[in-house]
């Protein structure tokens, strides 16, 4: 046996026994979503309990801890009797209540076992576990409670969200109102209807003694207050947001928001913005925006980039199909081998994100049960990008696009550059003045004819136009029969005029490289165009290496230059499908992660002749690169020029310690 395989065998051992160890949130054995440890407390009906460590760090249970159940009664002064033990015990549940959600959840909860027509205590399955982690994280470092959740089907995403939030009501503040909004009243009925069971069978003894009940808010249908803490939750939906109450509330669960749609007047953001508007970020705030994946280009999907990129303040947090139980079929250990060596490259793959064995087993028959790709992927997806991909239209396949993405890293450097010198951006500036990312500086050794190109799309300049795009790319290791790189990225909105000479200072400090330009876009723009047309002849006076469309034969015409590339219905396919081949084939190496996302969200247009981004996003990055790209391979190679006289240029980083 193979040794590779042997490991996969072993590791899927381990996994599974990981996922049948046991768990009990009343002793909290097995819980790995806040930091526990093992305590002893003699004379207490269960004596050996993992607390939570911020619980142990509690000054009175560190001394119950240290005393027992009985020392520490007798240093208090009090009897040691079975009833005052029980008492005390009581008293430190109640305590336990406000550390350890997990032990609330399955103390005081009660909820609906789906499927089965019964009624149990609320305990936390593995993927809501997984969840809770990211929740109690934020929680715990006094953060916001800030989370978008892409989720697949059938594990609890919703109703942990809501409990959580009720726990937040009942056990750490008063007067801390939530909105839960849903597409459309059902999915609200359905949390109030759970909500309901679980304030009605609370037990008393988590409240002393007292019962907890809901009362309507001011007549209203939609708000009820909740008797204990006196905060009240509204309940409604995206189709109907009027009847929201979402002034003065703390709290907010907005569910399936995938599925939200525009109204005449109103967007899901809008909708969005006026409930989350309303709250005042701080400790035990909660946001929550979750919903499975209805494609891509969508308000959800935009906001979910947005947090994966750190552009706004959302925590991303997702949940694959094989971190849920149900989605696993056994298989005898003896057959392992065997399954092994029938795995293909994306089984493999899957194994590598954490699937076991028997997961994966599962999810072949499934496969052979749903044969189109992308309907496979959004039904079980196993990484939050194969959840957005619900569209059959996409340009550039999903293998393709996860082969270039995995060499995408983090730019070493992020700044911009002025009068030649890279400047980083300072901590904490504006990404204004981060604009210009970089995984490879310019090198002039060995001096090179023809090692860089520099490819730029003309976007717009308010905020919500189209971004403008310089993409440079590295061909040295094509001499040895290696592939370009992508060595900068400059992205953001600027005036045209400002934008052409920033791309001839990147393109000077590449070692004067071929700069190519889109031209078109402005071309078409009336007098806009013309400028800019005038602005690209004026480099030309400046700048000796600039594309030009016009071919030899047409300048011994006597036909003047015309700079820059032009985009049309003749050479954009032409570019788009040299780029498809480029994925393909690993004929280039790209290292600007967003360019990937913007891979993913284009696609035929409905009359399947045009290409471009899904509505409401961009397609810049994708434009610039496949320009650059076909340019590395139909630009003649880069060669090494002999002249060691040569002056070498080295370009500086500007930091603190320079200046």
């Known amino acids: 046996m193979k040794k590779e395989k042997q490991q996969i065998i072993e590791e899927n051992r381990r996994r599974i026994a990981a996922i049948r160890a046991p768990y009990n949130p009343i002793s909290g054995e097995g819980s790995t979503s806040i930091e526990r440890a093992l305590v002893e407390i003699e004379d ?69 076992d789906k499927g ?3 009624d149990i205590p609320f305990t936390l399955n593995r993927p809501q576990r997984q969840y809770l982690k990211a929740m109690e994280s934020l929680r715990i470092a006094q953060k916001p409670i800030d989370i978008i959740l892409c989720k697949a089907r059938q594990w609890g995403g919703s109703t942990l969200t809501q409990l959580y939030m009720l726990w937040i009501q009942l056990v750490h503040r008063r007067n801390w109102n939530s909105v839960i909004c849903g597409d459309i009243e059902k999915q609200s009925s359905i949390v109030a209807g759970m909500l309901s069971k679980v304030i009605g069978r609370y037990p008393r003894w988590a409240t002393e003694g007292r ?34 109450r979402s002034e003065d509330i703390s709290m907010a669960h907005l569910t399936e928001v995938g599925l939200w749609k525009a109204t005449a007047g109103r967007k899901p953001e809008d909708l969005v913005q ?15 925006m979750e919903s499975t994946a209805k494609g891509v280009g969508n308000f959800f999907h935009r906001t979910w980039i947005d947090a994966t990129e750190g552009r706004n303040n959302f925590t991303p947090v997702f949940i694959p199909w094989h971190s849920i139980d149900l989605y696993s079929k056994n298989m005898p250990e003896a057959d392992y081998p065997a399954f092994v060596d029938s795995m293909d490259s994306y089984e493999e793959g899957l194994f590598e994100l954490g699937a076991t064995l028997e997961a994966i087993n599962w999810y072949r028959d499934k496969r052979r049960e749903i044969p189109d790709e992308w309907r496979l992927f959004s039904e079980f997806p196993s990484t939050a990008n194969e959840a957005f991909q619900s569209t059959g239209h ?10 270039i993405r995995s060499s995408c890293v983090a730019p070493p450097f992020t700044g911009d550059i002025d009068n030649g010198l890279f400047t980083p951006a300072a901590p904490g500036a504006q990404k204004s003045s981060s604009n210009l990312s970089v995984w490879l500086m310019p090198e002039a050794d060995p001096p090179m004819r023809d090692r860089y190109i520099v490819s730029v799309d003309v976007g717009g300049v308010s905020d919500k136009a189209d971004y403008s795009c310089i993409v440079v790319a590295d061909r040295a290791a094509m001499l040895s029969g290696g592939v370009p790189e992508i060595a900068a990225c400059w992205h953001g909105h600027i005036e045209h ?9 990147i393109a000077r400090a590449y070692n004067n490289a071929l700069l190519i330009i889109e031209a078109n876009t402005l071309e078409t723009e009336g007098t806009e165009g013309d400028n800019f047309e005038y602005i690209l002849n004026e480099i030309s ?47 280039y190496i790209e290292r600007c992660l967003p360019t990937t996302f913007e891979l993913d969200l284009y696609e035929f247009k409905e009359n399947g002749r045009e290409m471009g981004a899904v509505e409401g996003n961009h397609d810049d990055r994708v434009m610039a690169t496949a320009i650059l790209v076909w340019a590395c391979y139909n630009h003649p190679l880069p060669h090494v020029i002999n002249n060691d006289k040569q002056p070498r240029r080295k370009n500086r980083i500007i930091s603190e310690a320079s200046i």
């Open 541 to 587: 006076g400046h700048y000796t290496n600039l594309y030009s469309r016009t071919s030899q034969q047409e300048i011994r015409q006597g036909r003047p230059r015309r700079w820059g590339f032009h985009t049309n219905p003749s050479t954009k396919p032409m570019v788009i499908n040299f780029l498809i081949k480029a994925l393909r084939d690993s004929l």
């Open 497 to 505: 005029d400002k934008l052409a000479w920033k791309a001839v200072e």
């Open 394 to 403: 996409r340009v550039f396949r999903i293998d393709y696009v996860q082969n």
């Open 274 to 288: 006026s409930i989350f508007g309303s709250i005042a970020s701080g400790p035990y705030t909660v946001k929550v």
């Open 211 to 244: 019962t907890l009940t809901t009362t309507p808010f001011q007549g209203t249908r939609n708000t009820r207050v909740i008797s204990i803490g006196n905060s009240r939750y509204s309940l409604g939906s995206s189709q109907k947001p009027d009847s929201l």
């Open 44 to 112: 207490f009906p269960l004596k050996k309990i993992y607390l939570p460590s911020a619980m142990i760090d509690d000054a009175q249970v560190s001394s119950l801890v240290a005393e027992g159940a009985k020392g520490y009664l007798k240093k208090l002064g009090r009897g040691c009797e079975e009833r005052d033990i029980l008492a005390l015990w009581v008293e430190f549940c109640r305590k336990r209540l406000a550390h350890d959600f997990e032990y609330w959840a399955r103390s005081t909860a009660t909820i609906s």
């Open 116 to 118: 089965k027509g019964r």
